[in-house]
């Protein structure tokens, strides 16, 4: 299984709403990592995650609030949004966090439209 | 920080028309580079990868990709390409001893059938 599922697939919210999005993933990998993209822009990393804990976080302001369950989980916690944080929201995930060439795998994505 | 260009921005073709995406990274030291594609309203898929070894490298779908060291350089070739292909190209460079991803800015290619 090489698959990274994310939920949900499209997300409308408010700027006052409080959501949630979900990414899974069974490869066993120890890595995980939120991204965020807009159209036709590469993805932009916000947080990674090394072994359930946070070791990177890129100034992403703290209306976006991540949390790693446990190693297959990754939620990425939304609340007071603002309309220019629609995007599609990418997760991913990779065997180890450093070098070494490990691949990432990514998402689907949640296509959030913050209204 | 490190940089990564892709030097075609948006790229028309036509079917059958040899393809070289250009990318070029500024690190000196050791790198892993990747060629990601992004079909329309699907999920970024990796199409090939280097590591170490032979520098030319071939993926899934035809295509290939060459490490020049020396230019640092990895771009992109296929020598027919087919309407399919149309898709977003993003190239991603890690250095050896860190732990994050750069991204080049990507290259939109259209195929006309």
């Known amino acids: 299984d090489t698959e990274v599922t994310q939920t949900p697939k499209h997300l409308v919210m408010g700027m006052t709403n409080k959501k949630s999005l979900k990414c899974e993933q069974h490869m066993g990998h120890r890595a995980m990592y939120w991204y965020k993209q807009k159209a036709k822009k590469p993805p932009e990393l916000m947080f990674v995650y090394s072994y359930e804990k946070l070791s990177i976080n890129e100034s992403v302001p703290s209306r976006f609030s991540p949390e790693c369950p446990n190693s297959s989980l990754l939620n990425l916690h939304l609340h007071a949004l603002q309309p220019e944080d629609s995007a599609l929201y990418l997760c991913?995930?990779?065997?180890?966090?450093?070098?070494?060439?490990?691949?990432?795998?990514f998402g689907p994505g949640t296509r959030l439209t913050v209204t | 920080a490190q940089s990564v260009s892709q030097h075609n921005h948006h790229v028309i073709l036509s079917e059958a028309a040899s393809l070289e995406l250009g990318c070029n990274y500024s690190?000196?030291?050791?790198?892993?580079l990747f060629w990601y594609v992004q079909y329309p309203g699907q999920h970024l898929q990796l199409l090939l990868k280097y590591f170490s070894g032979d520098p030319l490298v071939k993926g899934i779908k035809g295509f290939e990709a060459e490490f020049i060291k020396s230019k640092f350089s990895f771009n992109l070739r296929k020598p027919s390409v087919q309407w399919s292909d149309t898709a977003e190209y993003f190239c991603?460079?890690?250095?050896?001893?860190?732990?994050?991803?750069?991204f080049g800015t990507g290259t939109s290619l259209t195929v006309i059938p």
């Open positions: 991603a460079v890690v250095p050896d001893t860190g732990n994050q991803f750069y």
């Open positions: 991913a995930s990779s065997q180890q966090e450093t070098g070494g060439g490990y691949e990432q795998y």
């Open positions: 690190y000196g030291g050791t790198v892993n």
